[in-house]
Each structure stands twice: as structure tokens, then as C-alpha cells.
């Protein structure tokens, strides 16, 4: 996972992923030039150290940087700064997965492949700072696989440490696969460089189908590195799988190695934002809210705690249960419908959660008409107003007096007695055509139930 620092993981280079323009963000450090020293990047450390006192990780004392050797056109040292054997978290658990470790690296650049055969290399992202995190083998299919990924860049986003935007390449998931025989392990095959939850699901299935259709014709696996075809949907050899010894690990000479005691252990772990599972139990238990409410809530941090405060306000008015499902579906309907139409993020729209929760009780207690809720919304969306504002100005007020709908109906009765007769008749939708008729003669401000009791009352 790329790490959202200002800065790369051991020079002062922007970490930008946006940037457009190759080879802007580079200086001799991480160009690789002879001579040049690299230091921490104090801010990606505690990101790491962040997640693992989320995740009840174990955070050692001592941990250090080890030079990872290998040769590619995208790496400019021909080496790459990681860690090996002392990581800076151990242990930990999500969903029911064990972890094994979390440490701490640096990216390579990017290579752009053109249509003539030429490759030429971006040195924008070299440097980055990258977070790997390393399970145990408790994973068992590739839904396991895709929930556990979905949840752990939820966390990462809580946690403002990373945006995993996997579109993006700031997320990327390798998957360590092999097939048990008599309760032993078998040969495991990696999976490379997987971009989409999809991906991640499909992938592990199908290399699991694969491995079990080796054994079981007596063949055996090929420690491998492959690759997934998005178009076949299948998994592709690429090469034989490298040893740990291959890569001839050595402590970095340029780094110190890091006492977790330099680190303010407790004011990061104080930093621990209500995380993804807590605030699913909690909306549920406060706001009344189903498991996939829930969740389509929490998916979104920003919404969510938009969402919290325009319901908290709404049950200290008086709300109940069927106030915040109206407010639930105004916001999740109505709200982000605008928000895709306005290009506006939650954080950007005009609209105060107070006032999302007023607009509610407006339409709660019959103030206004589903018809006018929408267009108050826009209006909100647009000028920031609040709704009593804009009722008063457009002068939206549901009309829900008996002797003016009354009027009405003998005027709508009078102008449509063929739409009467067909009624009485028994065909349904000549009512709801009179009462379109009715509504529309109250510019859409009659309150359409007492319309409709009248209506049928007065026939």
C-alpha cells in the first residue's frame, strides 16, 4: 500500500501519485546517484506502527531496514530498502485472519511501455513509501481473500494513512497460494500484482482449482511467480519463484536501526479513530439501522460521519426509529444522487447535516410533499440555505387544509367526468389521474394521502 506522505520514504521528494509529468519529483537520492545517503521518513513509520496498534499487532523494540538485491530497469539502486528480518509490527488480527508481519519499503519507478517496442522509466514513484502486510495461511477461498482486503483498505482510509485507491496502483495485492495434502502445505504459487477485488477473488479460485487438478493426476507444482489474464481470467506463468536467499538480504549500512521507545506509542494509539467494525455495531445499536444500511454507511467515512450528525440532531428533535429511515433514505437516495450530478463530495456540498435532519422532519410531519423534498434539497444544495428558508421564499408549504383541497376536487370532478366514469367502473388508475389533476391545480403542494381520501370520500 503507498503510504500518504508529503514526502518519499528516505528523501524530501513529493509523494505525489497524481503527478502527470514524468521525472518531476526526483532529486539524486532517489535517482540512486553515487554518494547519496538516504534518512527515515519519520511520518511513514508511524503510519506503519498506526495499523499495527489498530490491528493488535505486536510492536518490537528494535527493528531496522535490510537491502533487498535485485536487478530491473525500474530499480535505480539495483538494490531496494526494506525490511527482512526485523520488522516494525508482529503479529495481529483482521477478520479473523492471522497476520504474521507489517513492514515498511520503498517503491521502484514505473516503466511506460510504447507502441514501437520502446520502455522508457518514470522515476516519479521511486521512493515512495510502501506498506507491506504479510498473512498467515488462514485464508481459504478467494471471497476470504477479497473481504479481508475490502476491510483492511477501509482501515487504511479510517486511519488516514493511505487511500488504496487500487485504480490508482496505491494499492496492490499478491497472493501466496498452495493446496493442503494430508493436512501439510503444498508448493506455493504466487500470484502477482492483482489491481481489482475481482481480480483477487478470481484469481485464488481458479489457482486453487488448478493446483487440486495437479495433484490429483500425480504431478507436482511449480514454485512459480504467475500472472492473472484479465481477458482469459485465468492465472499465467511468468517465472520461477525467487528464495529468500536469492535476493541476498543484508542489514543497510546508511540507516540506524529503530527503537519503538523514539516512537510515542501512546499518543498514536490515542490517534485510533472509531474503526469500521465498532462504527457498524454502533450505527446499528443507535440509529436502527440493518446490517447493509450499516455498511453502506460505514463504507464511506466522510458520509458516515455526515450521516451521524444529521441523526444524532434528528433524535435529540424528538425522531424516532421511522425519522432516521427517512432521513437514511433522503441521504443515500436523493443526497448522493446530487452529489454524482453536482460533482460534489460530501465535504463539498452547501448542505449542513442540521438541515438534512430538518428537511427530514418537514416531511415527517407533513410540512412538505415528497415532490417539493426534492426540489428543497436541490435548492439547499445550491444556495446553502436552510429548508424553512427556501419554504418560505418559494412558498412550498404542503397544503393539508380539508376546504381548500375540497375546492379542488369539485373543480378537477367537474373538468374530467370521463376519467369519473371510468372509475366507477373500477379501473384504478383514473384516481390516480384525478389526483394528478388535483395536484397539479396545487402547484404540488396538496398533501396527496388527505387528496386521496377526499377524492374517493367525495365520488
Known amino acids: 500500500m503507498e503510504l500518504k506522505t508529503k514526502t518519499k520514504m528516505f528523501c524530501g ?3 505525489d501519485p497524481d503527478e502527470k509529468h514524468p521525472n518531476i519529483n526526483v532529486c539524486p537520492i532517489c535517482l540512486a546517484h553515487p ?3 538516504p534518512t527515515i521518513n519519520k511520518k511513514a513509520v508511524e503510519a506503519v506502527l498506526k495499523l499495527g496498534l489498530a490491528l493488535n499487532s505486536q510492536i518490537p523494540k528494535e527493528s531496522k531496514f535490510d537491502r533487498k538485491n535485485y536487478f530491473y530497469p525500474d530499480l535505480p539502486k539495483g538494490y531496494q530498502i526494506s525490511q527482512y528480518d526485523q520488522p516494525l509490527v508482529l503479529g495481529g488480527e483482521l477478520n479473523n485472519i492471522k497476520l504474521r508481519r507489517i513492514h515498511l519499503e520503498e517503491d521502484t519507478a514505473s516503466l511506460i511501455h510504447g507502441k514501437k517496442g520502446e520502455s522508457l522509466v ?7 513509501p510502501l506498506m507491506e502486510l504479510v498473512t498467515e495461511p488462514d485464508i481459504k477461498s478467494g471471497k476470504e481473500a477479497t473481504d479481508f482486503a475490502k476491510e483492511l483498505r477501509l482501515i487504511l482510509r479510517y486511519l488516514d494513512i493511505s487511500d488504496a485507491d487500487m485504480e490508482k496502483g496505491q494499492m496492490r495485492i499478491e497472493a501466496n497460494i498452495s493446496v493442503s495434502k494430508d493436512n501439510e502445505l503444498g508448493t506455493k504459487v504466487e500470484v502477482k500484482n492483482l489491481n481489482s477485488f475481482r481480480s ?4 485464488i479460485d481458479y489457482e486453487i482449482k488448478r493446483q487440486a487438478e495437479i495433484l490429483e493426476s500425480g504431478e507436482k507444482i511449480i514454485h512459480e511467480t504467475r500472472g492473472f489474464d484479465e481477458n482469459k481470467r485465468i492465472t499465467v506463468s511468468q517465472r520461477l519463484k525467487e528464495e529468500a536467499h536469492d535476493y541476498r538480504y543484508f542489514p543497510e549500512p546508511d540507516l540506524p536501526s529503530m527503537d519503538s521507545a523514539e516512537f510515542d506509542l501512546k499518543k498514536l494509539k490515542s490517534e485510533t479513530p472509531e474503526l469500521p467494525k465498532a462504527k457498524r455495531q454502533r450505527f446499528k445499536k443507535e440509529f436502527f439501522l440493518k446490517d447493509n444500511q450499516a455498511e453502506i454507511l460505514v463504507n464511506d467515512k466522510n458520509f458516515a460521519n455526515y450521516f451521524e450528525k444529521a441523526a444524532a440532531k434528528l433524535i435529540s428533535s424528538g425522531g424516532g426509529e421511522n425519522s432516521v429511515q427517512t432521513l437514511y433514505n433522503c441521504l443515500t437516495s436523493d443526497l448522493k444522487g446530487l452529489m454524482r450530478e453536482m460533482n460534489f463530495t460530501i465535504e463539498e456540498i452547501k448542505i449542513a447535516p442540521e438541515n438534512s ?4 422532519t ?3 410531519s407533513g410540512g412538505i410533499s415528497s415532490s417539493s423534498a426534492k426540489y428543497i434539497l436541490r435548492e439547499m444544495a445550491e444556495t446553502g440555505l436552510n429548508p424553512r428558508q427556501i419554504i418560505e421564499e418559494k412558498n412550498l408549504t404542503q397544503i393539508s387544509d380539508d376546504d381548500i383541497i375540497k375546492q379542488t376536487i369539485q373543480v378537477v370532478i367537474k373538468d374530467n367526468p370521463k376519467a369519473i366514469e371510468d372509475y366507477k367502473k373500477g379501473k384504478e388508475n383514473a384516481l390516480q ?4 389533476q388535483a395536484m397539479a391545480k396545487l402547484k404540488g403542494r396538496g398533501n396527496p394521502e388527505i387528496l386521496r381520501k377526499i377524492l374517493k370520500e367525495t365520488i
Open 357 to 360: 435532519a430538518d428537511l427530514t
Open 122 to 128: 518514470d522515476f516519479n514513484r521511486a521512493g515512495v
Open 200 to 203: 483477487v477473488e478470481e484469481s
Open 13 to 15: 521528494c513529493l509523494n
Open 433 to 436: 389521474f384525478l389526483i394528478g
Open 362 to 364: 418537514l416531511i415527517i
Open 35 to 37: 554518494g547519496t545517503l
